[in-house]
Nanobody
Framework: QVQLVESGGDSVQVGGSLRLTCAAS????????MGWFRQAPGKERERVAA???????SYTDPVKGRFTISQDSSKKTLYLQMNSLRPEDTAMYYC?????????????????????WGQGTQVTISS
C-alpha cells in the first residue's frame, strides 16, 4: 500500500522559510515522478514543483528562484525548501507520486499524471 505523509507546514511571517517533507512508502516504481501541489481556500489546486527518478526538476513561475524541490531516494523522502515566502504562498500543500518524467524546460507534470496523494500540510504566511 502506497502512503505519502507530508509534514513541516507551519505559520510564518512574510520573508520567512519553511521546509516541507513528504515520506513515501510502499511503492515500487523504478521510474517515477514526485511533485508538490498546493490549494488555497476557494482556489483550484495548482502545481508547484516536480522531480523525477533522475533528479530532473521543474517549477512553476510563481515559485522559481524561491522554492527548491529535492529528494533522498534512498529514504524515499521528498522535500520542498521554501524561501522568501509571500502571503500568496498560503495554502495546503500536497505531495504526489506518479510514473512520469520531468522536463526541466517545461512546467511540472499536471495532477492527472500522479497516482497517489498525501493528506496535505498547511502553510500560512502572515504579513
Amino acid at each position: 500500500q502506497v502512503q505519502l505523509v507530508e509534514s513541516g507546514g507551519d505559520s510564518v511571517q512574510v520573508g520567512g522559510s519553511l521546509r516541507l517533507t513528504c515520506a513515501a512508502s510502499g511503492y515500487t516504481y523504478s521510474r517515477y515522478c514526485m511533485g508538490w501541489f498546493r490549494q488555497a481556500p476557494g482556489k483550484e489546486r495548482e502545481r508547484v514543483a516536480a522531480i523525477d527518478y533522475e533528479d530532473r526538476t521543474s517549477y512553476t513561475d510563481p515559485v522559481k528562484g524561491r522554492f527548491t524541490i529535492s529528494q533522498d531516494s534512498s529514504k524515499k523522502t521528498l522535500y520542498l525548501q521554501m524561501n522568501s515566502l509571500r502571503p500568496e504562498d498560503t495554502a495546503m500543500y500536497y505531495c504526489a507520486l506518479g510514473a512520469c518524467t520531468v522536463v526541466a524546460s517545461r512546467p511540472p507534470p499536471s495532477a492527472v499524471e500522479y497516482h497517489y496523494w498525501g493528506q496535505g500540510t498547511q502553510v500560512t504566511i502572515s504579513s
